[in-house]
């Protein structure tokens, strides 16, 4: 039976480990972005703030290595209890091993996308000579 479990969340990139590989040479990383937003909830807005467990494996994991921190970030991903991604396909084991585990949730990211914030944008050009108190008088 397949369940939905799929995430879309931009944030920044907040803190990461060194790039490492598993025994049988995949390439992860574990790191945390932190996310803020405005939603509406109820009819109400609220804002909304969240630091998110993440690993990411292969081209993924070298792309966040690479990536400075406070890089805005788009991640798609799936959610998975601490520890729990790796259990056997097509099982869904016992409710009760991994249950202290799964109360902590980490993002394992499938897709990353670095986004351009405003403030990262260069400054637009001044016109030769022109100083920034002149009205154009």
Sequence with gaps: ???????VIAGELAERDALRHTPAGVALVNFRIVHASRQIEAGTER?????????AAEDEARLVAAAPL?????????VAG???AGARSGSTG?????ARSARQLVLHVTRIEFEE???????????????PDDKGT
């Design 1 to 7: 039976m397949n369940r939905a479990n799929e995430l």
């Design 47 to 55: 804002q909304v703030y969240a630091e998110i467990a993440c690993v």
């Design 70 to 78: 406070g890089a805005a970030v788009r991640l798609c991903g799936f």
């Design 82 to 84: 601490k520890g729990l």
């Design 94 to 98: 016992d409710a009760k091993v991994g």
């Design 117 to 131: 914030r405003e403030r990262d944008r260069p400054a637009p050009p001044r016109t030769a000579g022109a100083h």
